[in-house]
Structures are given as structure tokens and as C-alpha cells.
């Protein structure tokens, strides 16, 4: 038997060198290599029970392995799905978890959580749960390494075999992008070490440095606990990682910079199986290509340093407005002129300043609202007091605007020592482990289609348009889509908006970045991306046609990387859709 493993493994390894590449030509005159993963279990390349048993085996079985949230007061630990008993992770199958978990013939016949009448819910299904599976792309193994050394090994495991390679930490991701079928995922949700170094000259606050599986709950709760703080996203369960590479929005980004402009290090294990150390001054280039380029593509990413930041004298103020009204003329004009002065409001803020305005349509068969009615949401932190000159002023400008059309709670704010208190009682943002994909939104681009807007174009009447034409749209279709504009990244006055990142230029100086709803591709094309050249790589469409998505992540840069891919992964060991070299991958 150990004789014919071996020589099923030799045959294994010789059809590698032949089948899994195929040359091409590209389009600059240059050479890519196609990669072609193994996919069937009745190829040679595929996994033994010996060779899975061997991985198991080499990962520490009898180790510890809990993914649990401990309830109110602590922090949240991964992405959360939908209906989850008591908001634990994978459904509450997170106590005594395996190192490795197999598909069996029974979920290879069935579609993970569907059909919704009675669901299929085996444990591999809950230990593969992620955000909007579109395919419905299923891993054949799934691998919780604890340590650095069974990211390595899984790695070793995944090119021996020539599997497609899955890497999600919180499983957030709003585009599937690390979704492959028969492939191995690598879930890094575990790898939650946190450290700092207060006095890191890097940095005036110092640094911190954390663990691919970290969420911003859990280091929000550590930097309170350092009297600091980091640049994050809005959502308290989406992962550092992702978040980071892709470039990062959220309430501190004006402020304190993007994700990418917070990035001082980075600890990645590369194609090769070696484990590097990335900064300014040790692999340079990749450094930069991870500041903005995204994505699993290269290599697995098991811990992040980042800046520290000191929290501002009086804290941190989130405040919130809502305005709402019906489809009736009077109150559609009063909709208008809301949204031009918010959008002018907007224009005066200074980088202290962060925010959202979430414009939402419905219909409703209620007499006397014509039809149906809007709601104008904003939500805006401050980094000061409440009770600050600066914040008064401006807040209250905002909150003199059409008063007599608050009909919900209108205005509420509050004050925070640390972000962390606020974070704390935040609502949940659930994951959906089921392909948004449906017959009755076929011909969606789906994902969150986005535009970057400068400034010029934010506040020229352009935007204010759109934003009417998609309440507009409502009326007359049904079809209700909301705006979503996110006052959340460097365009604000006085904003940092330097430093050697890989986004684009119109994404470093852009002033909003703006989602409009699940449109198709073609009136993305037609009407959103004359907008703007760019979009944001972590919310944008699923549906980008021909390439498109390069130049729309990355402009110009896109050639750099791509040389920087080859350089560090010249066989496309890794993959992600719509990622740095992902048009070479089959």
C-alpha cells in the first residue's frame, strides 16, 4: 500500500510539471503562465486519506480550537451569521473544533444552507459559513492552523496537491472573492495574538500589532486598555486584514489616515513557504503592494502591525440625524433640498470630521404618503468633545436644516472616553452564508457597486441628482435601491494624503466614496462610473466585465503589481477574484 501511495504521489508530481501551466501570450507581448488547479478526486494530484490524515496529524489535533463569542461586554471574535443562536459564530459550533474538516459525498451533492425551506446544514457547511458565497463555490478541506508553522504546512499540503487556495479570516468579505471550488481554506480566525509597542518610533502613539484573526471588537477593547486608538472600519466584525490592504475607510481615516496609510509592517508567508517580514525597508515593493493591492494574492497574511493613535483630548463624539418623508411633491421637494444642503454641509468639514448618509426609498400602500416615502440617515464621529466650539457649530448648522420634517427620532449624540465604549453596545452586522444571487435579481451587478468621488464632483449638483434618480427609479419600478455615501476617507480639509500607497491617486485624494445599489452592470457603465474613474476594491460590484476591475481598483498601478505578483508568486500559487493577477488563474 505505501508503494502505490508513493507512486501514485510520483505520477502526481510529473503531471504537475506538464498539465497545471499553459503559456500565453498577453496582450504587452509578454509571457504568463495559465494555472490550472487540481479539481477532481479522480485526478492523481488529489489528496490521499494518508496524505489528509498526514496534514491532521501535522497540525496539532489535540490542541485547543474555540471561535466563541463570551457574551455582552466582550468583544466580538469573527463574522456572525444571520439567525445565529445567542450571535455566535458559525452557528455555536465553535467549541472543540477540528484542525481539519473534509467534504463529504453528501455535501458534494448538496448545497450548503439551501434550499431555504429546509436548509442543508452539515458541519462542513457551518465550518466554510461566510459573507454571500455567489457561486456557491465549496472547498473540498478546511484547515484552523493556530501557529504560523500549520500556515506553512497547509501551504506545503495545498502546492503538493495543486489545490486552489481559499485564506479568510472573519469571513466579511462583501465579493466572495476567496471562493474556489475543490480548494483548501485556510480560516486564520485563530491566529488572535495582539501586542504593542507604545514607544515604536514609527509611529507617535506607538504601534500595535495583531493577529490575522483579529477583528476590530477585539482591538478596539486592547487599544482602549493602552489608552489609544486604530484606524478601522465602521463594522465591529470585519477582520484587520482585509480591511487593511484594500485600503480602509471608516470613522478615524480623515483624521489618522486609511488602513493603508496605517500599515508599518506585515508578516506574510509567500508562495514560496518562507515566512517574511515586510516594511519599508525589507521587501519594499511588497510593503507597497500591500498597501493598497488587496486580497489574498500574495501570499497568507498572519499578523499586521499598524499605528497606534493617542486618544484626543474629550474623547470621541458620534452623533446621528435622521430626516424622513413621503413621495407626495411637497415632501419630495423638501428631500431635495435636504440632500443639497447636506452635501454642502459636507464640504465645510475638516479631518476631524467622519461620516455616512444612507438615503433610503420604500414603498408603502399607507394613505396620504403618494406611494411610499424616504428616510435620510447620517451618522458622524467627531474626535473631540461633544460639547466642543467646533463641534457645536457645525452640528448644530446641520441640525437647523428642515426641521419640520423630522417625523422619527431626529438627532441623537453621544460622548466616549474610548471607541471601545462605543463599539461595545453596537449592533450586530450579520454575514449571509447563501448566494445573494436569485431570479429576481438577475442582471444585478451585485456587491456594492461604488464610486470614489473628488470633491469637485461631490458638491457640483452631479451627485444630488443621482441620489433623486434612484427615489426617482423606486416610484416609477418598484425597484427600491438606497445611496450610500461614505464621508469616510482622506478628502477632507487638512487630511493626510501622503505616504507610498498602492491605491490610486483618485482614490488618495478622493473626497466620497459613494454605493448605489444593485444596478447592472450596463447602467453602472451608463450612468454611476462617469462619476468617477475609480472604486473602492473592498465594496464595489461583483459583476466587472473584461478586466474592467483593474483600472477601477488601481489605475495605473495595476502594471507594478502585476510585476510585483510575478516576482513573489511566479506559478500563481494564490488566487482571488478580481485580484492582483487573477486573469492568469482558471
Known amino acids: 500500500e505505501m508503494a502505490l501511495n508513493m507512486g501514485r504521489e510520483v505520477v502526481a508530481l510529473a503531471t504537475m510539471a506538464i498539465v497545471f501551466f499553459s503559456t500565453v501570450i498577453c ?22 486519506q494518508d496524505n489528509i490524515n498526514d496534514l491532521t496529524n501535522s497540525l496539532d489535533p489535540t490542541a ?5 463569542w463570551q457574551g455582552p ?142 477583528v476590530f471588537s ?20 470585519v477582520g484587520i486584514v482585509g480591511w487593511t490592504i484594500g485600503g480602509g475607510h471608516g470613522p478615524f481615516a480623515p483624521s489618522v489616515g486609511l488602513g493603508v496609510d496605517n500599515l508599518l509592517e506585515a508578516k506574510i508567508v509567500v508562495a514560496s513557504g518562507e515566512l517574511l517580514t515586510v516594511n519599508n525597508s525589507s521587501h519594499a515593493d511588497l510593503y507597497w503592494a500591500l498597501r493598497g493591492g488587496g486580497g489574498s494574492t500574495w501570499g497568507i497574511i498572519v499578523s ?10 474629550g474623547g470621541f463624539t458620534l452623533a446621528r440625524h435622521t430626516w424622513a418623508g413621503s413621495f407626495c411633491q411637497d415632501s419630495m421637494a423638501g428631500l431635495a433640498y435636504i440632500v443639497n444642503s447636506t452635501l454642502e454641509w459636507t464640504s465645510l468639514l475638516d479631518k476631524k470630521w467622519s461620516g455616512l448618509v444612507y438615503v433610503i426609498p420604500g414603498l408603502s400602500s399607507q394613505k396620504g404618503v403618494c406611494g411610499g416615502g424616504w428616510t435620510v ?83 457640483n449638483g452631479t451627485l444630488q441628482l443621482m441620489i433623486l434618480e434612484n427615489i426617482n427609479v423606486c416610484k416609477t419600478t418598484s425597484i427600491c435601491q438606497g445611496s450610500e455615501l461614505y464621508q469616510s476617507i482622506t478628502g477632507q480639509i487638512g487630511s493626510p494624503q501622503g505616504g507610498t500607497v498602492s491605491i490610486p ?9 459613494v454605493v448605489f445599489g444593485w444596478w447592472s452592470e450596463e447602467d453602472n457603465n451608463k450612468y454611476f462610473y462617469p462619476m468617477g474613474p475609480r472604486s473602492y476594491f473592498s465594496e464595489s460590484a461583483f459583476m466587472m466585465s473584461n478586466n474592467t476591475w483593474q483600472d477601477r481598483y488601481w489605475g495605473p498601478n495595476y502594471k ?26 482558471f
Open 218 to 237: 477585539e482591538a478596539h477593547e486592547a487599544a482602549a486598555k493602552q489608552n489609544r486608538f486604530i484606524s478601522s472600519g465602521w463594522a465591529t466584525t
Open 505 to 513: 491617486q483618485e482614490f488618495r485624494t478622493g473626497y466620497m466614496h
Open 377 to 459: 440617515f447620517m451618522q458622524y464621529a467627531y474626535l473631540g468633545s461633544s460639547v466642543d466650539d467646533d463641534f457645536l457649530t457645525m452640528w448644530g448648522a446641520l441640525s437647523n436644516i428642515a426641521p419640520n420634517m423630522i417625523n422619527v427620532p431626529g438627532c441623537t449624540m453621544a460622548n466616549y472616553e474610548t471607541w471601545w465604549d462605543e463599539v461595545d453596545p453596537q449592533a450586530l452586522e450579520p454575514i449571509t452564508p447563501t448566494s445573494p444571487q436569485t431570479p429576481a435579481t438577475s442582471g444585478a451587478a451585485y456587491g456594492l457597486p461604488s464610486v470614489i468621488l473628488s470633491r469637485e464632483m461631490a458638491t
Open 27 to 48: 496582450c504587452d507581448g509578454s509571457l504568463r503562465q495559465q494555472h490550472h488547479y487540481c479539481e477532481s478526486e479522480d485526478q492523481p494530484c488529489w489528496p490521499t
Open 560 to 585: 507594478t503589481l502585476l510585476s510585483i505578483k510575478k516576482s513573489y508568486d511566479p506559478d500563481n500559487v494564490f488566487w482571488c477574484r478580481h485580484c492582483v493577477g487573477s486573469e492568469f488563474v
Open 73 to 214: 461586554g466582550n468583544p466580538r471574535v469573527c463574522g456572525v451569521p444571520v439567525q445565529s443562536p445567542d450571535d455566535q459564530p458559525l452557528y455555536g459550533a465553535g467549541k472543540g473544533m477540528k484542525p481539519v474538516y473534509v467534504r463529504s459525498a453528501e455535501d458534494r451533492n448538496n448545497t450548503c444552507f439551501q434550499p431555504s425551506s429546509s436548509p442543508y446544514a452539515s458541519e462542513f457547511c457551518v465550518m466554510s459559513t461566510r459573507n454571500w458565497p455567489y457561486n456557491n463555490n465549496t472547498p473540498a478541506f478546511i484547515v484552523w492552523p493556530l501557529t504560523i508553522t500549520h500556515v506553512q504546512t497547509a501551504l506545503t499540503f495545498a502546492k503538493t496537491h495543486n489545490l486552489c487556495v481559499m485564506v479568510a479570516g472573519s469571513s466579511h468579505d462583501f465579493l466572495d472573492r476567496h471562493s474556489c471550488n475543490n480548494a483548501i481554506f485556510i480560516r486564520t480566525a485563530l491566529l488572535k495574538d495582539i501586542s504593542w509597542d507604545l514607544n515604536d518610533p514609527r509611529s507617535v502613539g506607538g504601534s500595535g500589532t495583531f493577529g490575522a484573526g483579529v
Open 304 to 313: 499586521l502591525t499598524v499605528c497606534a493613535h493617542k486618544i484626543p483630548d
Open 64 to 68: 485547543s480550537r474555540n471561535l466563541v
